[in-house]
């Protein structure tokens, strides 16, 4: 609530906006969101109006605090007491009695928030490229990840290498298939001789080499497929609220040589991201905030895009593809 004096900034009712941030806001962020320019404006503006003073009041308490502290230290040079550091705290009201033992619970929040444990991970939002890797991270080749780290030994032949290599593929696919039988076992039967997989009645039915049929032990942990049900093209697995997305493929290289047309296995990974606007970043200005908000509008539209240079080849990286299933 300046007043104007660049000639960069434009007056929306009581506010003193940046041009490039007003044009970013009406002509791409509010199309389509059924929010019209002059209630966006009017909102901001009573936000701010509610919300500067107790902003302004916060900051004062830190400069308060922040010069007790000085002061403290420049009365008492060297290393404190810890007991005496600490009654110092609290009586500055740095330190605040600790309060009786509490629960939080979430509402409206989305599983992967709310209830299922998995890894997280934290990227700076003006890096498009970035962004969209963290996206994306929700999935990862198993596959790809055992043919190309030390988690396999390298001896007879499987040697990790920058193209495929059969030998150490074959581990792979073994390995893969003990990991089935241990996280989704069958009834009767392993996963190592499972020549299809198919939905019958709504239940994953798996064919084995020697004719017989055999479903999941826990019929729970089928969570769907994608496809025909009689040669799905994927099935979707799941193990303590995560998923496992086999891929289904008889013309896939890999896929052609499994008895059951695995080309692939997916983990579900990185379920969440912290796109940071803050600690690995400084977004100030206004260029910079609508350099950070652009990627994130581009994000919930699922059109950001980042060229990739690597190897001498450019190419472009865009969110993943949905995936769709049906139980």
Known sequence: MTSLS??????IGQLSVDRAWRDFIEQEALPGTGVASADFWRG????????APRNRDLLATRDVLQERLDQWHQQHPGQPDPRVYTQMLKEIGYRVPVPPSFTLATHRVDPE??????PQLVVPITNARYALNAANAR??????ALHGTDALPEDGGAERSATYNPV????VIAYVREFLDQTFALREGSH????AYALRDGALVIRLADG????LAD???????AGDADQPEAVLLRHHGLHVHLTIDRDHPIGRDDPAGIADVHLEAALTTILDLEDSVACVDAEDKVHAYRHWLGLMRGDLTATVRKGGETYERRLAAPRHYRD
């Open 6 to 11: 660049e000639t960069d900034r434009v007056a």
């Open 113 to 118: 928030v709310g209830e299922v444990a998995a």
């Open 168 to 171: 150490r593929g074959q581990r």
């Open 212 to 215: 017989a049929q055999t479903g």
């Open 219 to 225: 019929p729970d942990q089928f969570a769907g497929i």
């Open 139 to 144: 999935w990862g080749s198993l596959y790809d």
């Open 44 to 51: 901001l503006e009573h936000l701010i109006a509610e919300l």
């Open 192 to 195: 190592r001789d499972a020549t």
